[in-house]
Structures are given as structure tokens and as C-alpha cells.
């Protein structure tokens, strides 16, 4: 058998006539964030904590290790470990979040298995602005509920992608399709959350022409237990480049809410590393972040 790599940094592991080669690659940003009415950091499960400053520090760091092998018949098999931390991870749980998938790719496209998948109707949503996002696209995906998933396959041919996943045990599981035109792309997915019985439909429409970029993205979904999941959400974004800066502008709506979220943010190429913020409204409260990002 051959082994083969998919990334930039390899360690070579050696034990008796047995070798293993193992890859890492990651990204980490710094810096700091503003909410006028305090920050709040999600807990393990999602659910905010107390408010607290209404500015302090920020870091993530996400990295991932990939060990692949591939057979005489031409599959490629591997695993993936994912190691992410961030401030509000070590704040309220025990510090660091650790998944881990295995996947086999060939001529039928990829087929994943293992925690830390998100679901295929996660893939294709509006980019956010700022460092680590001030929260534009959250409001824009209001009604884009989604499941979770534990399985996925993914597919592509030409211009075209397919892809699908499910929770195995939830029962959750969401479809999509995308076709690449060139100067522009749409990408549709649908989604089913089982345990509020939520189905959810959502497009995304981008493209560019020469500096100028800029997407679309509309949700909408229906719920038979829970009025509240009930509505339609959307936003845009536009990002202008020019040399190393690029100036970005986002807004965003949803059903229910009394004022709409908006932002503007830039960020300027460093050669390695990225120096980027934003500001804007969002939930009716400024919020702002500020900082540099890197992948290694």
C-alpha cells in the first residue's frame, strides 16, 4: 500500500517495519471584542453565559491532524482528529473540544463518519465581517435551523456538487446541491431538525467580477411544534479588493426582529497573515471586533 498526504506539515511516525505519515494544519486568530451591552461566551452546549465586559480579549485556535492511506484499487482512507479552543470554550467547559472522523474517498466522492461533521446545509451560508464575525450572518440564518450530523457524503463533478447528511441517532439529516457558473455560483439546501420537527429551505447565490464580490443568502422554515421556528431570514454582503486591503459591507433581517443587523469591515494581507476588523449593529447593540488571523 502507498500513503499518501493532503496537507503542508508531516510528522513520521516509525515502529518496528510499520511507518505512518501523519499531517497537521490548522488556523489561530487574536485580538479583541466589543459588545455594548456585555460580551456573553456560549457554554459547551451553546447556551449563552452571564454578560459580562463589554470588551476583552479573544483567541481561537483550530487545528487539525490527518493520517491517510491508499489502497492498490485506488481508495483513499483516513482519519481526521480536530482540535479546537477558543476563549469561551476554556471559560466554560473544560478548555479544549476534541472530534474526530474517518472517511474513505474515491470515484463515488467522500463519505465521512465520526463527531465535529456539520451538516451539509452548513457548507454554503453568508460570510460575516470582522476578525471572528460580529454576527451579521447569524441573523441572516435566523430560520436556517439545522440539524446535527454524524455521517455525510459529499460529491462533486465539474461545476456540480451534491451533498448529504444525517445524525444517526438524532434522525436528523439535510440535502444539498450547488452549481458553479464562473463568475457566479447558487448553492440550495434542505434541511430536517427532528427533535423540533423543523424543515428548513435555504439558497445561496454568489459571484464576482473583477474586485468586486458579493452574495445572497435567504432561509426559510416551518415547524409543526413550535410556532417560533416559524419564518424567513436573509442577508447580503459585498466585499470590494484592491491590492492587499479588502473592504467589506454585510446586512441582514429576519422575521420577528424590530431592527435589522448591518456591518462594514476590512482587512489588509500581510503576507502570512491577515490583520482584519469590523463593526456594526446586530440584536439592536454595536459590536465590534479587532485582531489578526493565520493559517499554518
Known amino acids: 500500500m502507498k500513503k499518501v498526504l493532503f496537507a503542508t506539515t508531516a510528522l513520521v511516525l516509525s515502529a518496528g517495519f510499520a511507518s505512518a505519515e501523519i499531517t497537521m494544519s490548522g488556523s489561530a486568530n487574536m485580538g479583541i471584542k466589543h459588545a455594548e451591552n456585555g460580551l456573553s461566551w456560549a457554554d459547551g452546549d451553546g447556551n449563552a453565559a452571564t454578560r459580562g465586559k463589554d470588551t ?17 484499487s485506488g481508495l483513499t482512507f483516513g482519519a481526521r482528529i480536530q482540535l479546537d479552543s477558543d476563549y469561551s470554550t476554556v471559560l466554560n467547559t473544560a478548555g ?7 472517511f474513505v474517498s474515491g470515484a463515488f466522492g467522500t463519505f465521512n463518519i465520526g463527531s465535529g461533521l456539520d451538516p451539509v446545509s452548513d457548507d454554503d451560508t453568508l460570510s460575516d465581517i470582522g476578525l471572528d464575525g460580529i454576527g451579521t450572518d447569524n441573523v441572516a440564518e435566523t430560520f436556517a435551523y439545522k440539524g446535527a450530523a454524524d455521517a455525510r457524503w459529499d460529491y462533486s463533478v ?13 434522525e436528523d439529516y439535510a440535502v444539498k ?39 445572497i443568502f435567504y432561509a426559510t422554515s416551518d415547524s409543526s411544534t413550535t410556532a417560533a421556528n416559524d419564518g424567513d431570514s436573509y442577508g447580503v454582503y459585498a466585499a470590494y479588493k484592491t491590492g492587499a486591503l479588502t473592504l467589506s459591507a454585510s446586512y441582514a433581517d429576519a422575521d420577528g426582529l424590530a431592527d435589522a443587523a448591518y456591518g462594514i469591515g476590512a482587512a489588509y494581507d500581510l503576507g502570512g497573515a491577515t ?22
Open 56 to 72: 476583552a480579549g479573544w483567541y481561537e485556535i483550530d487545528i487539525d491532524v490527518v493520517g491517510t492511506t491508499e489502497t492498490d
Open 96 to 102: 479544549t473540544d476534541i472530534n474526530g472522523n474517518v
Open 158 to 170: 465539474g461545476a456540480l456538487t451534491l451533498g448529504a447528511s444525517v445524525h444517526t441517532i438524532q
Open 177 to 215: 446541491v450547488g452549481y458553479d457558473f464562473g463568475t457566479a455560483a447558487i448553492a440550495v439546501a434542505y434541511d430536517h431538525d427532528e427533535a423540533s420537527d423543523t424543515d428548513t429551505v435555504q439558497a445561496k447565490l454568489s459571484g464576482s467580477m473583477g474586485a468586486v464580490s458579493g452574495q
Open 275 to 296: 490583520l482584519a476588523g469590523g463593526i456594526g449593529s446586530v440584536n439592536d447593540e454595536t459590536v465590534a471586533d479587532f485582531g489578526v488571523s493565520f493559517k499554518f
